[in-house]
């Protein structure tokens, strides 16, 4: 019966007037009463019996508001920054009142069917269903937070597209740092080649990896929060999505960091079992620690200093153990997991022919070119570099910083000094790692966020032992783990640092208009250049194909990047060429474009050049 409710859907996405407005409210009110008379008529009751009538009201009249003002007054609340308004106007009406419906009859089902079978108490197992809500958690907050999603027209951050271009590059036999340059690693550039098979113009493939690795960042860390505080852990989980991915490190989504978040989730959950256990890890637990590890050294190295802390809080665990022998074995499988993708990845560039291009790009531009561009040899800039990666932390990742003070002071208090240890050293030696190079962009913080279900569970911990409420206690496990995750969403609402841009359509961004320029010209497989500026994502609108390796300009001081790119206006290599704040003078191209963004790019106001080969 609830399947009634597609036709009126058809009338609102066919054409959203008030005329269709009108048939389609008239047909959800007759398939809403034909539902709930057809329900009251039938045995067994079905699961609509609206057991929690005032939270389903305040959740559908909530979903009801938001897009109404989306569908018919949006122009009223555009320079409202942080009220959630959706593109695509035309399917608007048809999925505000979707999920309208779907608060009106599913909350129930959602408290009592779903959340219920997660409460230890009733029947069916708790590790299958607590998956279910931990995915359903990742799915929500991810596409509320990242600009990846299809909640969002664009994802305008130049990272995401410069990696987009090469992992596109590799699909069609190029390699990374010959063909292609990047300064990043080949397993997150691979990682974009899979987001590029699901979609070749757009970032939607990245949401879906965003969305997988948020699963198991969150899964991990749920199993570390669900040793100390049981089944009560599971409301938690939508905490710490909010305080992780509303940070400001998040940026718009799609980072090294984000991905490596459920590497270091994983490594500090099996470390504090085994430690709370007194024991050291199993064999396959150092192996995949060693697999972890090492697809973090191919993604982005200079995080690896958890791992440095990792090892060494457990060989001072072992120690006092007498149980060096132990420690030594499990360090071995560590390196054995290592080479497994160690191995793949120097076979792949080693059968390319590319291993050179590999080690001087990936290890020595960016040990000994990198730095450069920043402060590092002054006589105390060690010093104050590690200092202002504290205050980058704290600007950026505020929760963070709260949430680890918090948990460290808590962990304190445990009886094995070790599980302090584990956490004090893992953190010390990652931040000394990312930090000593001066760098400070505020992605870094990021991955700190591994450490906040210390800081979550320690303010459960002070709740549960002082901290008596009546009314807060007579609600059921069912209940508090719905009503987190409903507070969370709408947390992510009014503090995800991308909502702003929620009320931006595709033809608002320069890059959507340049798309359309360059498809309307005519030109058969079109080449462009980024010129002194990083992949600005015309490349991905476009689905255009680079044809010269610095394709875009790059954080590096490197004379190649400049003397390619102007050798290439000289010759006119690439059929377009697109500037950002910047003009060229050049006798092979003429301005074709000019874009006004209609956003802020920080505090700059962004405008691009678009020009055309003669």
Known sequence: MIYLFLLPHLFLISGPDWISAAVAFVLYLGTGFAVIRYHKTQSPKPFFQFQYPIFTVFVTLLLGVLFYFRWHNSFLFLDWESLPLMPAKRICGAVGAGLCVLALFGTDWLVTILASVINGHNEGSDSKSEPVFIGLTASVMITLASKCSPFYAFNDWVDPHTMFTVGKSILHGMLPYRDVYEQKGPLLLLLHSVGALISFDTLLGMWVLEVISCFFFLFFSFRIMRMRLGSGALPMVPVLALIVYTAISFDQGDSAEEFCLPLIAYALWVAYHRLKKNMLPKPREWVMIGVTSG????????????????????????????????????????????????????????????????????????????????????????????????????????????????????????????????????????YLLIYFSGRFYSYYPLIFGAFVPFGLVAVADVYERNVRIRWLQSYDVNMSISISLAACVLGMFFFAGNMRSLSLEKEDYPQYKARDYIKASGIENPTLMNYNFLDMGVNTTAGLLPNQRFFCGFNLPLKDIALEQDACLDSGCVDFVLTFLRTIESPNYELAAEFDATYSFGPIQPTYNLYRKR
């Open 295 to 430: 697809c973090m050294l191919w993604m982005k190295y200079s995080m690896l200093g958890f791992y440095l802390g990792w090892i060494l809080a457990l060989y001072l665990f072992a120690r006092e153990r007498n149980m060096r022998m132990e420690i030594l074995k499990g360090i071995g499988l560590v390196a054995a997991g290592v080479m497994i993708p160690t191995v793949l990845v120097v076979a792949w560039f080693a059968i390319a022919g590319g291993l050179n291009d590999l080690f001087t790009v990936y290890f020595y531009q960016n040990i000994f070119l990198y730095p450069k561009t920043a402060d590092l040899y002054g006589r105390f800039a060690v010093i104050q570099n590690l200092f202002s990666g504290f205050l980058n932390m704290i600007v950026f990742s505020t929760l963070s910083v709260v949430s680890l003070i918090i948990g460290l002071i808590w962990c304190k208090r445990e009886e094995n000094k070790h599980l302090s240890g584990l956490v004090i050293w893992t953190f010390v030696m990652m």
